[in-house]
């Protein structure tokens, strides 16, 4: 069992930076794909970055260049630094894990089994 607690999020302006920690307690981050999804209110949650076990990572297009997934497998704390942030950025940011390619599971985020309670990004 992995608990996941987000925190970070805030009130930007646009062109801005923030970066997202995400602690993880119970096991080992290492072991998962690890993800970042964005949620907006009635529309479908959005696989925004993933980073597997062996630290190879994924972007959706929409963030590539802008955003950078990592980890800190010594503390457990999955990250997300966003930068040129945009309105179109705001959104709940969660963060997930599961076992599994992220390739496949950011397409599917279903198939993530441990999900953070999310924290709250604006961009104006």
């Known amino acids: 069992h992995v608990l996941l607690v987000e925190s970070g999020g805030g009130s930007v302006q646009v062109g801005g930076s923030l970066r997202l920690p995400c602690v993880a307690s119970g096991d080992t981050i290492g072991r998962y794909c690890m993800g970042w999804f964005r949620q907006i209110p009635d529309k479908e949650r959005e696989g925004v970055a993933g980073?597997?076990?062996?630290?190879?990572?994924s972007y959706a297009d929409s963030v590539k260049g802008r955003f950078t997934v990592s980890q800190d497998s010594a503390k457990n704390i999955l990250y997300l630094q966003m930068s040129s942030l945009k309105p179109e950025d705001t959104a709940m940011y969660v963060c997930?894990?599961?076992?599994?390619?992220?390739?496949?599971?950011?397409?599917?985020?279903?198939?993530?089994?441990?999900w953070g309670q999310g924290t709250q990004v604006t961009v104006s």
């Open positions: 997930a894990a599961e076992v599994g390619p992220c390739w496949y599971l950011l397409q599917n985020p279903s198939r993530f089994q441990y």
């Open positions: 980073i597997e076990s062996d630290g190879s990572t």
